[in-house]
């Protein structure tokens, strides 16, 4: 008698599948994140790391934006560094700019956030006004403040003849005041930026620990520099390399309010105007090259600051 391989048999007579007849997925579990990752990955490739890279390769050539790009090695680095007076000097503003967003913005935000943190009455209208300016665009408020620079129609020298100023200055035109001029309007939009952040950490801050410093007698200065300045550090790093960032990818107001002439050129206009205006592509890469580099060195201190803060909580 011949027999023949039944599948077995399960409880109410079901057929249980044989090893055979199970099929494996096409797709590893563990590899599903990442095919959702891989989007995001190939455009990231794309719009960032390719281009970062190309641009790495045109500082180390001739190109003029036409011809075939030839390769010179680290001619555009030394040529930079040695030879050329206006990367000294728009190198120089950005240092200038750099200084500048760190202490102001941040010392006026803060003093703003520890007053409308407050009850006090209005505040909210207040905390608008600042806030305003940063929801304009930069090129607007360049076109802004270069009309109250104006050396005949402008609304400060307006002001100053009208309290008795006989040769009020030219702003926008004088050498030694445009990159400070600049820099001010630049300021009056982040000062609103700074004050909200601050604002934040301050609504963050546990009030029980006020409440034990206030009991303990500490008065009001005691309390915001033992107690409210080191719970906000958290907040001042983030202030404080966005603000060096922002200072280093200076552009708009510059290129807005007087072009880069008098005195007023920064990395990122200069590196427009060689590439784009002098058609020496290979010597603005360079340029944006050093401006990357110098900007790499303050993101990598704040992604190691905040990768140290996650690790420890």
């Known amino acids: 008698m011949q027999t023949t391989d039944k599948p077995a048999m399960g409880q109410a007579g079901r057929v249980r599948p044989s090893s055979d007849t ?11 994140p990442y095919l959702f990752l891989l989007p995001a990955l190939l455009l990231y490739l794309v719009w960032i790391i390719g281009p970062t890279l190309y641009t790495v390769y045109l500082s180390l050539t001739d190109w003029d934006g036409i011809s075939t790009p030839n390769f010179i090695g680290l001619q555009n ?14 190198l120089t503003n950005n240092l200038r700019w750099l200084v500048v967003f760190i202490t102001v913005p941040t010392t006026l935000g803060l003093g703003m956030a520890l007053i409308f943190n407050t009850d006090m009455r209005g505040g909210r209208f207040y905390k608008v006004s600042i806030y305003a300016p940063l929801v304009l665009s930069l090129p607007v408020i360049g076109l802004i403040w270069a009309w109250l620079y104006n050396p005949r129609l402008g609304l400060i020298n307006a002001f100053l003849t009208g309290v008795g100023v006989e040769d009020p200055p030219g702003w926008l035109g004088d050498r030694e005041l445009a990159i400070w001029c600049v820099i001010a309007a630049a300021v009056w939009r982040q000062v609103g930026y700074v004050m909200v952040l601050y ?11 006020i ?14 520099r033992h107690v409210v300045l080191p719970l906000l550090a958290p907040v001042t790093t983030i202030i404080a390399v966005i603000s060096i960032i922002d200072s280093l990818r200076a552009f708009d107001l510059v290129s807005i309010m007087t072009r ?3 005195s007023t050129q920064v990395l990122a206009n200069f590196m427009y105007m060689e590439a784009f205006n002098n058609y020496r592509m290979g010597y603005g890469a360079a340029i944006a090259v050093v401006l990357f580099a110098i900007s790499l060195v303050f993101i990598g201190f704040y992604l190691s600051r905040t990768v140290k803060d996650e690790l420890e909580y």
Do not use: C, H, Y
């Open 22 to 32: 199970i099929t494996r997925p096409l797709i590893p579990p563990k590899a599903i």
């Open 211 to 224: 409440d034990a410093a206030l009991v303990d007698g500490a008065n009001r200065w005691n309390l915001f």
């Open 77 to 90: 680095f030394v040529r930079l560094f040695q030879r050329d007076r206006t990367f000294t000097e728009a």
């Open 199 to 209: 604002l934040a950490g301050l609504k963050n801050i546990d009030p029980s620990l």
């Open 260 to 262: 880069g002439g008098q």
